[in-house]
């Protein structure tokens, strides 16, 4: 099948530990992204890379880390986890040259901090 | 920076039809997206729109003006697993960036 996929699909975990968050697409994309939405279901970008280059990087902590090894993958690693982390991570892809290009969107981590 | 509004919920009758607004500003805008949400999954990609116009899809369709800085997605003969929230999305500025706003909860009922 040809997908953006993102695992794991549930991440339980507390308060200060460390956990990452894998995303993988065989659409043959260049661009990749990490969205993150809210309780209120606001979706917000947080990072972009274009061919393994980093092109995006908005507000945000540096516990939050993203590493894409090629460009069919991009990694999300976040340090000393907060209550606030508690959220829906979306891997998304799309053809980052071609202004017309949708977001392809994985199927979401949602993580819960206790 | 951005500011894209849109109504936080609507309600509609099974078989109407519905339009849900976007006013946005921005500056460098390379375009308009509609995606819809359905609870609990990824959101999925409506319609593309970056000239002034309508673009006709089926039961759906979306409308932009840019000097006006407005959209808006019309559905047609609304079925009940119409029922998500939709998304107005804004690509600008350098990276090609893509910026959501905060969704329209649209409820379809009998």
């Known amino acids: 099948d040809t997908a953006v996929s993102q695992t794991p699909k549930y991440l339980v975990t507390q308060m200060g530990n460390d956990k990452s968050i894998k995303c993988e697409q065989n659409l043959g994309h260049d661009t990749m992204y990490w969205y993150k939405q809210d309780s209120k279901k606001f979706l917000k970008i947080m990072f972009s890379y274009n061919n393994k280059e980093l092109i995006i990087n908005e507000t945000v902590p540096n516990r939050f880390s993203p590493k894409s090894p090629d460009k069919a993958h991009l990694n999300l690693h976040i340090n000393s986890l907060e209550l606030g982390d508690s959220a829906v991570y979306f891997c998304?892809?799309?053809?980052?040259?071609?202004?017309?290009?949708?977001?392809?969107f994985g199927n979401g981590t949602r993580l819960t901090v206790t | 920076g951005q500011n894209i509004d849109q109504p936080t919920e609507m309600t509609a009758t099974e078989g109407a039809i519905v339009q849900i607004n976007c006013t946005y500003q921005?500056?460098?805008?390379?375009?308009l997206f509609w995606y819809q949400q359905h609870a609990g999954e990824a959101p999925t990609f409506l319609s593309y729109?970056?000239?002034?116009g309508l673009e006709e899809k089926g039961r759906f369709s979306s409308f932009l003006s840019r000097s006006k800085g407005y959209s808006y997605l019309l559905l047609k003969e609304l079925q009940m697993k119409d029922s998500a929230s939709y998304l107005c999305a804004v690509k600008a500025g350098g990276g090609n960036k893509l910026t959501f706003g905060t969704g329209t909860q649209l409820k379809v009922e009998l």
């Open positions: 921005t500056s460098g805008f390379n375009g």
């Open positions: 729109n970056v000239l002034d």
């Open positions: 998304a892809s799309s053809q980052g040259e071609n202004y017309n290009s949708p977001l392809h």
